[in-house]
């Protein structure tokens, strides 16, 4: 691990290759830790730089207002890179757009796994699926809130507990209960938001777009890779994966390291 400063705040990143640049940006359960298994597989043709959000994981929170998707490109300022590629997966994805969009110049390609986007809103389904698995919990107890949300995004919906690997569901509920601790101390900061949001400006993605979801995700992420990969001049669609749910790169490495291989240049 090592620390930079970026726009006032020290993050922290794994760095990894030599090549062209690849950033991956993880999901909001989660930490840097999730792409332990791309690291690897993209180290022989890449430099892959995986960092913590900031107030994530090791990075810092300094309380003074700040964008994620303009730490970005903070990020590769600070490590002297032009353009690099975006890999984000969840919150991470919508980050990766939302920089794509603020940034254009900066950013070389888009690859996204069960992405949501700025402005989106979750559909009355996935509402009512959230309220039948999770139901109410007292947001102060991090521990039921990590089991709560690790039950819907990383076991997904459509499958049992005992369905998935129990060392996942380990990992992603104490990654969890870190990001809870850090969603809590960014409640009290200011953090900007792409205006307009980026589900309105989706074809000015000029950038690849390589889109993809796992198939016992929340149905609604799987329409919206549809959508991002339609309306995005440059989009491909990825089949989406069977057996895998919200945390796609860390639940079925394979199919997104083959994927990834294939599409960054």
């Known amino acids: 691990m090592t620390k930079i400063e970026v726009n006032g705040a020290l993050l922290a990143y794994d760095e990894v290759g030599i090549g062209t640049p690849v950033l991956l940006l993880h999901a909001g359960i989660a930490d840097r830790r999730m792409w332990r298994e791309q690291l690897p597989a993209l180290a022989a043709r890449h430099r892959v730089i995986a960092p913590d959000l900031r107030g994530y994981g090791d990075s810092e929170l300094p309380p003074a207002p700040f964008a994620h998707h303009d730490d970005v490109v903070g990020l590769l300022d600070a490590l002297g890179i032009d353009r690099a590629a975006l890999v984000g997966c969840s919150f991470g994805g919508k980050v990766a757009v939302d920089a794509a969009l603020a940034h254009p110049g900066r950013i070389s ?3 996204l796994f069960g992405a949501p986007v700025s402005g989106n809103e ?3 389904e996935t509402e009512q699926l959230w309220e039948s698995l999770v139901g109410d919990v007292d947001p102060a107890d991090f521990d039921a809130t990590a089991a709560g949300e690790v039950r819907f995004w990383v076991v997904g919906p ?12 380990r990992f992603a509920e104490e990654m969890d209960r870190r990001a809870l601790a850090a969603e809590l101390a960014l409640s009290a900061i200011e953090v900007g938001e792409l205006d307009p949001p980026a589900i309105e400006r989706l074809g000015e993605l ?6 993809g979801a796992g198939a016992a995700d929340v149905a609604d992420l799987s329409r919206l890779a549809d959508r991002i990969a ?7 669609r990825l089949p989406d994966v069977p057996d895998a749910a919200h945390l796609l790169p860390l639940e079925r490495p ?7 291989l294939d599409f960054l240049p």
């Open 230 to 236: 339609a309306e995005a001049p440059g989009g491909v």
């Open 254 to 260: 394979g199919p997104v390291n083959a994927a990834l």
């Open 206 to 211: 000029r950038m690849p777009v390589l889109v």
């Open 109 to 111: 390609g888009l690859a």
């Open 158 to 169: 459509g499958r049992r507990p005992e369905d998935v690997d129990p060392e996942l569901v």
């Open 122 to 124: 979750w559909s009355e």
